[in-house]
């Protein structure tokens, strides 16, 4: 079970000291949400910021791109440091050619769905991504409830991927309303990676929450 702690929920006076404090605490990746005020209200960071974070940290960066235009992203993202970037199956664009340039360029590739999409949307891509991540809330906005609605749509993947593992050898990425208890839910379900924010940033101890989370306390 890989922690990906969402740095949208840390304090961004101080953003280098908190990548420290999750290494130290047991963090296997950094997500990092970018958001670009169209395929979502908010806006987030982009690329600058990354690049200043990568020297930073050992972690994995894992860049989930809730943009309209993830392709005119993707190099910027790259050059800053990102070792895996995800991209919605509900924006425009080539996904195909999207995942082909992470490829070219060693970077590990991820395509994510809404709470309303189904897993047949991205049916196609299973086989060339290395994670599969499932919102379990509405993408856009840290601190809202886990839906666990949605729980079904991990038990299908992690089938899936169990029946035919020639075929595929996509991660389970989990994102939205993770805290102790929707964890265990999303373990049980089938996940491989929990995305924690509010959860993690809120408790003195990231270490003990990361240790939760994981399902180690």
């Known amino acids: ?92 664009g080539d996904l195909g050619t999207m995942f082909e340039t992470l490829a070219s360029n060693n970077v590990k590739s991820g395509i994510s769905i809404k709470p309303e999409t189904p897993v047949e949307a991205i049916q196609q891509w299973l086989g060339t991504v290395d994670v599969v991540l499932v919102m379990t809330v509405s993408p856009g906005a840290s601190g809202q409830a886990f839906m666990p609605g949605v729980l079904p749509k991990i038990e299908a993947l992690k089938a899936m991927r169990d029946e035919d593992p020639n075929t595929y050898h996509f991660l389970i990425e989990v994102d939205g309303g993770i805290n102790a208890s929707t964890a265990v839910q999303a373990r049980d379900a089938g996940a491989d990676v929990l995305v924690s924010g509010s959860y993690v940033f809120k408790e003195a101890d990231y270490g003990q929450a990361i240790a939760t989370l994981r399902g180690d306390r």
């Open 1 to 92: 079970m890989l922690i990906a702690p969402s740095i949208l929920s840390a304090d961004f006076s101080r953003l280098g000291e908190e990548l420290a404090a999750l290494e130290s605490a047991g963090a296997d990746w950094v997500h990092i949400d970018v958001m670009d005020g169209h395929f979502v209200p908010n806006l987030t960071i982009g690329p600058p910021v990354v690049a200043k974070l990568r020297p930073r940290t050992t972690l994995q960066f894992d860049a989930h791109l809730m943009v309209d235009n993830p392709e005119s992203m993707l190099e910027e993202f790259i050059k800053a440091g990102a070792n895996l970037i995800t991209v919605h199956q509900e924006v425009s």
